[in-house]
């Protein structure tokens, strides 16, 4: 399965980048020529080539110390410094600027190529862990949009799976404490887990709690994950188990909307043996139109530049549409926008709708592309 990635937005540096360079050079010219050689501005040239390695491939630093060199020995002919100690001096810092220029982007280029391999690698993990989940099972239609954060290699531990068993469809969502490998390995304990259990065990609780058993031999000190498991049976009704998890957004058929709190918080999968009790089920009426959308602390934590957090107020509307992947696609593009960048965690999002008419035949499917 491929999960896709938030596209690698340009740093909004990235363009004064490029330019500062050429611009760094002209305000020297316009000094200089100004000041006069007594100021002793001409050595300042050899700021075009310390900037250019900041972005690009050695050959733009290589152009740009060219560049310099030339203007260096114009300014120097312009001021009378041409066959002066002063003239060489500054010919010769823009001459050692370059080449220390090209050290740096040697360096830069192997530590960008390094990371594109970890994280490829990690990335790869995190495809064989989170497995495909399918089109629609029963009346439900599924839709999955998976968003990592543009941040180094260290994926996040964001995990979903749905399980068609027995006792109806069962959902789980959560989110590991951490970042990177480590996250990922406690990712899998929980949904290998799950993916048994959710087959074996009659009701939703006992899937909770081998869950909770599987991952209290995994970690150690206090690491944790948060988590929300449901269940769909024949009822029209969905039954939830929230392990200190974000409340899921329910959006009925004639667009109201409500958070699916449970009656009393509970502590996150990892806690839980130690005294407290596990979470209780609560049951919500869930009919024909329905829909409900889980998602992680990555969706509801993104701010905008402003520093206001992402509000799920709108998403009754942008589910409106007939297609759940499209539905979905909305509210993640509508994130994107809130943001206006890279996200800083990762986001998955996860829409269960109750469809009125008969499902297709059921197949698997990727996330919603980022």
């Given at each position: 399965m491929n999960v896709p990635q938030n596209p690698r937005a340009a740093s909004p540096f990235h363009g004064v980048l490029s330019v500062l360079p050429y611009g760094v050079m002209a305000i020297v010219t316009v000094v200089d020529t100004s000041a006069g050689p007594e100021v002793g501005y001409l050595p300042l040239v050899s700021l075009g080539p310390a900037f250019a390695g900041l972005v690009g491939r050695w050959q733009r630093t290589v152009l740009i110390g060219a560049l310099a060199l030339l203007l260096c020995t114009a300014l120097a002919e312009y001021n009378g410094l041409?066959?002066?100690?002063?003239?060489?001096?500054?010919?010769?810092?823009?001459?050692?600027?370059?080449?220390?220029?090209?050290?740096?982007?040697?360096?830069?280029?192997?530590?960008?190529?390094?990371?594109?391999?970890?994280?490829s690698i990690a990335e790869t993990a995190q495809r064989v862990l989170l497995r495909p989940v399918p089109l629609a099972a029963g009346k439900l239609r599924i839709a999955l949009s998976y968003t990592s954060a543009v941040a180094d290699a260290r994926i996040g531990g964001d995990l979903y799976e749905v399980v068609t068993s027995p006792a109806g469809v069962r959902v789980i969502i959560g989110d590991v404490q951490g970042k990177g490998l480590e996250a990922v390995e406690t990712a899998a304990v929980v949904l290998g887990a799950f993916r048994e259990a959710a087959y074996d065990e009659p009701d939703l609780q006992g899937v909770g709690e081998r869950v909770e058993r599987a991952l209290d031999r995994h970690l150690s000190s206090e690491k944790f994950v948060t988590a929300i498991m449901a269940?769909?049976?024949?009822?029209?009704?969905?039954?939830?188990?929230?392990?200190?998890?974000?409340?899921?957004?329910?959006?009925?058929?004639?667009?109201?909307?409500?958070?699916?709190?449970?009656?009393?918080?509970?502590?996150?999968?990892?806690?839980?043996?130690?005294?407290?009790?596990?979470?209780?089920?609560?049951?919500?009426?869930?009919?024909?139109?329905?829909?409900?959308?889980?998602?992680?602390?990555?969706?509801?934590?993104a701010r905008d530049r402003q520093g206001a957090f992402y509000s799920l107020a709108g998403c009754a509307a942008l589910l409106a549409g007939t297609d759940a992947d499209t539905a979905l696609a909305a509210v993640r593009r509508d994130l994107i926008a809130h943001v206006r960048g890279p996200l800083q965690d990762d986001a998955a999002m996860l829409l269960l709708r109750y469809q009125r008419d008969s499902p297709p035949q059921q197949t698997p499917r990727q996330p919603t592309p980022s």
């Open positions: 041409l066959g002066d100690r002063r003239g060489y001096t500054a010919m010769l810092s823009v001459v050692g600027v370059t080449a220390a220029g090209l050290v740096a982007v040697r360096m830069r280029q192997a530590r960008e190529a390094e990371l594109a391999s970890v994280r269940e769909i049976g024949d009822e029209r009704a969905v039954t939830l188990l929230n392990y200190g998890h974000p409340a899921p957004l329910a959006v009925k058929s004639g667009g109201d909307t409500c958070l699916l709190e449970p009656p009393a918080r509970a502590l996150p999968l990892g806690l839980g043996m130690h005294g407290t009790g596990p979470p209780q089920p609560h049951v919500h009426p869930f009919s024909p139109g329905d829909q409900i959308l889980f998602y992680t602390d990555g969706v509801t934590e």
